[in-house]
């Protein structure tokens, strides 16, 4: 039977096991990216260690095995996200890696000049910064989700953006800012009604929420392994087969071709099509021990442990004098962000890190977020499964110590 026991899971991440300037470690950074747990590190290692060749092209017996590792990995995210396929998956070096791909393919497959792509209000640069310049190669124009001073997204707005036909939505799942969770099932049923490709940002959400990517019924999901307790250097792309089919490939080379000459090249089917040149095997490796890891628990307890500190720090923030949250949507997830009055983020970050405590400070990759709140940045502190409502407590003593020495 699945479980979800705290202590064995923190012996699986030895790394939060230290000091930092003579205090126990609380990584609260995890939206940036997680830790990895023992099984995934052994399984990259025992990859170079014993089976390390490249893929798809060997006839000899070491390749064939990575190849078949590779291919079973690909299958093991396509269930995790209940793919139709596993050809549906694509393997990239994350989700600004997957964006870039969707900008560039799509982009040439649907976009023209005066055509329109609809983002939100609170994306990460990376859902934002490739589409807009692709708008701008392509003579297109961006249109922007409204969202209110509580960092929920206007869906009234969104209903009136998508009378103006874009041509693509593309939207966070859950906010790396404000941590509101968005509606987008709703919204990618919405887009549907005009029979717009949705594509969802789940950058934030894979580490947290179960994804089913059919009852989604999303065009596309991306991610970042290493926000999923995976290594950096790989994350994916889900894509609809009928979309991957018809989109142009986006870079070209070896693998993703089908036959070669000086005058015509034509192209590997789905999903090599997409991943041209030498793979990250042993980090997609790494990335099915990874979902293997989060299969293995109770993921309903997960998320109740999860929802447990996020209030809990909330709770106790919310008491500590001249503080603001940057961030009140009723759903949110993962992390909170928030300003103490007359305090530089910066600051507050710099003076708990040597307290032992890792935050985020800054504008979190959504520069334009920073700028409808008027403000410089938060800090953001951000939770992953092995943390606790202990660390939570070390970590508002050092926001109140802080607050004290700064004012
Ligand atoms: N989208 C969101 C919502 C994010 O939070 C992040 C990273 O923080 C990204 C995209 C980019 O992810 P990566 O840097 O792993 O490509």
């Known amino acids: 039977m699945k479980n979800f026991d705290i202590e064995e899971v923190r012996k699986q991440f030895p790394v939060l096991d230290q000091k930092i300037?003579?205090?126990?470690l609380v990584y609260f950074d995890n939206a940036a990216t997680t830790?990895?747990?023992?099984?995934?590190?052994?399984?990259?290692?025992?990859?170079?260690?014993?089976?390390?060749?490249?893929?798809?092209?060997?006839v000899h017996y070491l390749s064939q095995m990575a190849t078949e590792a590779y291919e079973n990995a690909r299958?093991?995210?396509?269930?995790?996200?209940?793919?139709?396929?596993?050809?549906?998956?694509?393997?990239?070096?994350?989700?600004?890696?997957?964006?870039?791909?969707?900008?560039?393919s799509l982009g040439?497959?649907?976009?023209?000049?005066?055509?329109?792509v609809v983002v939100s209000a609170m994306e990460h640069h990376s859902n934002m910064v490739p589409w807009q310049q692709m708008l701008i190669r392509e003579g297109g124009e961006l249109l922007v989700i409204k969202m209110d001073e509580n960092g929920v997204l206007d869906l009234n707005h969104y209903a009136e953006l998508l009378k103006q036909r874009p041509k693509v939505v593309s939207i966070a799942h859950i906010s790396n800012t404000l941590a509101t969770v968005n509606p987008v099932k709703e919204m990618i049923r919405m887009a549907h009604e005009y029979d717009i490709p949705v594509i969802i940002d789940g950058a934030q959400s894979m580490a947290h929420q179960v994804i089913d990517v059919q009852d989604l019924d999303c065009d596309f999901y991306v991610f970042s392994g290493h926000k999923m307790y995976a290594p950096m250097g790989i994350g994916g792309l889900y894509g609809k087969m009928e979309w991957l089919e018809k989109m142009p490939p986006?870079?070209?080379?070896?693998?993703?071709?089908?036959?070669?000459?000086?005058?015509?090249?034509?192209?590997?089917?789905?999903?090599?099509?997409?991943?041209?040149?030498?793979?990250?095997?042993?980090?997609?490796l790494g990335l099915e021990t990874a979902v293997k890891f989060i299969q293995s628990l109770d993921r309903q307890e997960v998320e109740r442990h999860e929802d447990m500190l996020l209030n809990y720090a909330t709770e106790q923030l919310a008491k500590i004098d001249g503080i603001r949250f940057i961030g009140r949507a009723p759903r949110r997830n993962g992390l909170v962000s928030f300003l103490v009055d007359g305090i530089h983020p910066y600051d507050l970050g710099t003076i708990i890190d040597k307290m032992g405590v890792a935050v985020r400070t800054g504008h979190h990759c959504a520069e334009p977020v920073m700028t409808f709140f008027g403000i410089p940045g938060t800090v953001r502190a951000s939770f992953a499964m092995y943390n606790t409502k202990e660390e939570i407590d070390i970590f508002i003593k050092a926001v109140e110590k802080a607050t004290l020495m700064l004012r």
Do not use: W
């Not at 300037?21 to 126990?24: A, E, F, L, N, V």
């Not at 830790?35 to 060997?58: A, F, M, S, T």
């Not at 996200?81 to 900008?103: D, M, P, Q, W």
């Not at 870079?251 to 793979?279: L, R």
């Open 108 to 116: 040439q497959l649907l976009i023209n000049k005066g055509d329109k």
């Open 75 to 104: 299958k093991t995210v396509a269930t995790f996200v209940n793919a139709r396929k596993s050809e549906e998956i694509v393997f990239t070096r994350g989700t600004t890696e997957s964006l870039n791909l969707l900008a560039t």
């Open 250 to 284: 986006y870079q070209f080379g070896g693998e993703m071709v089908d036959k070669v000459s000086f005058e015509k090249t034509t192209f590997n089917k789905v999903p090599f099509k997409f991943e041209a040149g030498t793979p990250n095997v042993g980090a997609a």
């Open 35 to 58: 830790q990895k747990p023992l099984c995934v590190i052994e399984r990259e290692r025992d990859y170079y260690l014993n089976e390390n060749c490249n893929i798809h092209r060997g």
């Open 21 to 24: 300037y003579g205090r126990q």
